[in-house]
């Protein structure tokens, strides 16, 4: 029994390992990439993953077998691009076009409060002259 259990451990660690390697924070958050005229863009991507594993023995000799499988899957979307220009910050979303109104005003949220922050930041540079 003993030998089965470590076995079946063994080959869960090994999977997970493998997991491990193709998830980790540089794929979610990627490297900076800086254009030639200052711009830097860093990828955001959305990483998925599943796992199953299982095993079993097989005959009641002595000598016992064991036989087992697992698997994992991995799915990674982008989602965005962080641009930093100017030492302004900005997300740049890679995504379907939105399809509803709702989904429509939520994606003009930030653009409409930068609007709005830099109306009342000329109306006060104005009442301060």
Do not use: C, H, W
């Not at 493998?18 to 980790?24: F, I, L, P, T, Y």
């Not at 830097?40 to 064991?66: H, M, Q, R």
């Not at 997300?91 to 076009?97: D, E, F, Q, R, T």
Request: proline fraction near 7%; avoid cysteine; charged fraction near 25%.
């Amino acid at each position: 029994m003993e030998n089965k259990n470590s076995q079946l451990n063994e080959m869960m660690r090994g999977t997970m390992e493998k997991v491990r390697e193709m998830v980790d924070t540089n794929t979610i958050v990627g490297q900076p990439i800086t254009t030639p005229d200052g711009v830097t863009l860093i990828p955001i991507s959305k990483v998925s993953f599943g796992f199953g594993s299982g095993g079993g023995d097989y005959g009641k000799a002595p000598k016992e077998n064991f036989g087992g499988g697992a698997g994992a899957g991995v799915k990674i979307d982008p989602v965005a691009f962080l641009v930093i220009k100017d030492g302004s910050t900005r997300v740049l979303p890679v995504a379907v076009p939105p399809v509803s109104t709702m989904d429509r005003i939520v994606e003009m949220a930030p653009d409409i409060m930068d609007k709005v922050e830099k109306f009342f930041d000329k109306k006060e540079a104005k009442e301060t002259l």
